[in-house]
Nanobody, 126 residues
Framework: QVQLVESGGGLVQAGGSLRLSCVAS????????MAWFRQAPGKERERVAA???????????EYADSVKGRFTISRDNAKNTVDLRMNSLKPEDTAVYYC????????????????WGQGTQVTVSA
């Protein structure tokens, strides 16, 4: 339903930073629940950050314990974008990062997202 396109992935040394961006289609982006997930080879998908809509232009940000304090999710409703700023990157952050969205209703769980981007590779070298 919603088209999501990620960008900003790449190769970075441990301790470095990257900013991922996701642009979404739709006229009601401000009401979307947005999130970033990642999946490394042989690992299960992990939600790293979520920016959920809890009211009109009101949002709640959540982070996985593994990235808390290092990653920041933010939204620009005027641009239909959600960003993930990643600082103090570690080799274990290496994964394909996916943008996800749910357009309506309350989130029913960590993985309750309807639309997914194709992913962007983040590689952190030691």
């Amino acid at each position: 339903q919603v088209q999501l396109v990620e960008s900003g992935g790449g190769l970075v040394q441990a301790g470095g930073s990257l900013r991922l961006s996701c642009v979404a289609s739709g006229r009601t982006f401000s009401s979307y629940h947005m999130a970033w997930f990642r999946q490394a080879p042989g690992k299960e998908r992990e939600r790293v950050a979520a920016h959920t809509c809890i009211g009109t232009n009101t949002y709640y940000a959540e982070y996985a314990d593994s990235v808390k304090g290092r990653f920041t999710i933010s939204r620009d409703n005027a641009k239909n974008t959600v960003d993930l700023r990643m600082n103090s990157l570690k080799p274990e952050d290496t994964a394909v990062y996916y943008c996800a969205a749910k357009t309506a209703g309350r989130l029913l769980g960590t993985n309750d997202f309807e639309s997914w981007g194709q992913g962007t590779q983040v590689t952190v070298s030691a």
